[in-house]
C-alpha cells in the first residue's frame, strides 16, 4: 500500500490521538491524506505547515429533529466517503484508516473489496448496541489500534481476533517540554491572563461526576497549601457553579482546541485526572491524553485509583492516585507539594518512555505501507 487516507467523521481538532497519528504517519515519510466531516481551522494551519492535504466532507448536523438527525449525519457521512473511495484510482495500493470508530461504524458493508485500519479510542461496553456495529467491522480489518495493554487483550477476547491490537497511548506528538509557555492564538492569551500569576491544580477536560469533583475542590480548599483550582473544557451539566461555591479560588476556562491548550496545562503545579468506573470497563482501563500532556510538562498527577491510571502514573510514581476522599486527597496534595521536584521528575521519565513513532514505524513494517 502506497497511500493512507486518514479519515475522522466529526471534529478531528478534540481528537489528539488521531491527530498525534495523522502527523507521525507523515513524518514517517508515508504519503498520508486526511478527509474529515468537522475541523477546527487551526489545526488545519498546521496540516498546511506539514504538507498534509485534506478533504472537507462536510457533515451535516442539526437538519432533522433527535435520532432522526444522527441517522442522517451517518448516512450523509457514509455516502461522502464511498463516492470518493469510488472515484480514486487503483484503490489496492491505497489503506482506508478510520480514526474513531464512530467514523467507521456508519461504513459498515460499504468497506468489501477495500484495505482498511481502526483506531479504537474506547472501549464500548457502555453502548452494546456500537459495540456489535464495530464487531462487524473487525474482522477484515488489516489491523487494529487501541490506546491501552489491558483494552487490547478485552478487544482480542471480545470481537475473536487473530491478532492482538497494537497499543499506541495516547501521547501528543510534536510536544515542546518548555514551562510557562508563551500563547500563540488569542484563546490561550487571554487564558494564560487569568493563571499565569497564581499557583493552581489543573483539571483538563469534560467536568462531570460533582460528587468527585467536590472531594477534590475541598481538599485543595482545605490543604492549607494556596492552591487555586482551574479547570479548562467543558460544563454540559453546568456544575462548575456548584464547585465554587465550596472555594472560592476556581476558574473555568473554556475548551481551547489542541494542542493549544497545553499553553495553559504549562503554568500549572499540580494535574488532577479522575474516572468513574462504576459499571464501566472503558473508564477503569482509562487511556486519558492529560496524563501524558500533564507528564511531558513535569507536572505531578492526581488520580484516584483505577487501573488505567495506577498501572501508569502510579506505577512510575508520576503522581499519587488515592481513593476520591477528602483526607486522601489532603494528604496526596502535601506528599507532591513536599517532595515536588521527585514527582516532577518522575512524570518526565514516564513520558520519555513511551516511544509511538517507533510503534508506528513497526506498523507500517508489518502491513506493508509505503
Given at each position: 500500500m502506497k497511500k493512507v487516507i486518514y479519515i475522522v467523521k466529526s471534529e478531528l481538532h478534540i481528537y489528539p490521538p488521531c491527530i498525534a497519528q495523522i502527523r507521525i504517519l507523515k513524518k514517517c515519510g508515508v504519503d498520508v491524506e486526511v478527509w474529515y466531516g468537522?475541523?477546527?481551522?487551526?489545526?488545519l494551519t498546521i496540516f498546511d505547515s506539514e504538507n498534509v492535504p485534506y478533504v472537507d466532507l462536510r457533515e451535516q448536523r442539526g437538519k432533522l429533529p433527535g435520532k432522526l438527525d444522527k441517522l442522517n449525519n451517518w448516512q450523509q457521512f457514509a455516502f461522502s466517503v464511498?463516492?470518493?473511495?469510488?472515484?480514486l484510482r487503483d484503490v489496492s495500493k491505497i489503506l482506508f484508516w478510520f480514526g474513531t470508530a464512530e467514523t467507521a461504524m456508519p461504513m459498515i458493508g460499504m468497506l468489501k473489496g477495500y484495505n482498511y485500519a481502526l483506531t479504537s479510542l474506547e472501549l464500548l461496553d457502555d453502548n452494546k448496541f456500537k459495540n456489535k456495529l464495530f464487531c462487524k467491522l473487525t474482522g477484515d480489518a488489516k489491523f487494529i489500534v487501541c490506546c491501552e495493554t489491558s483494552r487490547a487483550y478485552i478487544m482480542r477476547n471480545w470481537y475473536g481476533l487473530k491478532k492482538l491490537p497494537y497499543v499506541m497511548p495516547n501521547k501528543p506528538y510534536d510536544f515542546h517540554d518548555e514551562r510557562r509557555k508563551t500563547p500563540s492564538i488569542e484563546a490561550t492569551q487571554k487564558a494564560?491572563?487569568?493563571v499565569q500569576d497564581k499557583k493552581f491544580i489543573i483539571y483538563q477536560g469534560i467536568l462531570k461526576s460533582l460528587d468527585y469533583m467536590l472531594e477534590m475542590v475541598r481538599a485543595i480548599r482545605d490543604s492549607g497549601t494556596g492552591y487555586y483550582f482551574v479547570l479548562m473544557g467543558l460544563d454540559p451539566e453546568n456544575i462548575f457553579e456548584d464547585i465554587q461555591?465550596?472555594?472560592?479560588?476556581c476558574i473555568?476556562?473554556?475548551?481551547i482546541p489542541a494542542p493549544y491548550h497545553l499553553e495553559v496545562t504549562s503554568?500549572?503545579?499540580i494535574g488532577f485526572v479522575f474516572y468513574d468506573d462504576r459499571n464501566s470497563l472503558n473508564r477503569a482501563f482509562c487511556a486519558p491524553n492529560k496524563i501524558y500532556e500533564y507528564s511531558g510538562l513535569r507536572i505531578p498527577a492526581i488520580g484516584n485509583e483505577v487501573p488505567g491510571l495506577i498501572n501508569t502514573i502510579g506505577a512510575a510514581k508520576a503522581g499519587v492516585c488515592v481513593p476520591m476522599k477528602r483526607g486522601d486527597l489532603i494528604h496526596a496534595i502535601r506528599d507532591i507539594e513536599d517532595h515536588y521536584d521527585l514527582y516532577a521528575q518522575n512524570a518526565y521519565d514516564f513520558y520519555q518512555g513511551t516511544d509511538n513513532v517507533a510503534l508506528m514505524k513497526q506498523i507500517i513494517v508489518e502491513n506493508g505501507i509505503q
Open positions: 468537522s475541523c477546527d481551522k487551526q489545526l464511498k463516492k470518493r473511495m469510488k472515484n494564560i491572563e487569568l461555591k465550596e472555594y472560592e479560588r473555568f476556562i473554556k475548551n503554568y500549572a503545579s
